[in-house]
């Protein structure tokens, strides 16, 4: 398996996501969503290299969201936003979760596109 950080062009299953998360943390996997452009980014060590993915095609890093895949709880995932990537105080948002429920239907519905969990 091709093992790099990659933004999703078509959905992908949560065992394709499991063999991705393996290689970085085994329990979870990061990833980073623009809420504008719909694009989805997964892997890496850190949220800020799949906003930086993001980016580098187009994206506003105040449109981009960070988000975690967590495997340890439910083997069939959950979906969390966590992360710095999601501190904008300059946008309204002063923590690493995401505050707005609209941003976070968007991000998932957007994820759900791309990733098969069973949220």
């Given amino acids: 398996m091709d093992v790099k950080i990659k933004i999703l062009n078509e959905k992908i299953s949560i065992k394709e996501v499991k063999q991705l998360a393996d290689f970085w943390y085994g329990t979870m996997i990061k990833g980073a969503v623009d809420i504008e452009s719909g694009r989805v980014a997964i892997g890496g ?53 995401i505050n707005n429920e609209e941003t976070i239907e968007k991000a998932t519905e957007i994820i759900l596109k791309f990733i098969d969990l069973k949220n």
Wanted: proline share 2%; no cysteine.
């Fill in 45 to 97: 060590d850190y949220h800020i290299e799949d906003s930086e993915l993001l980016t580098s095609v187009g994206s506003k890093f105040e449109d981009i969201w960070g988000f975690n895949i967590r495997f340890e709880e439910n083997s069939d995932g959950i979906l969390e936003f966590d992360s710095m990537v999601n501190i904008k105080p300059n946008f309204g948002n002063r923590s690493r979760n």
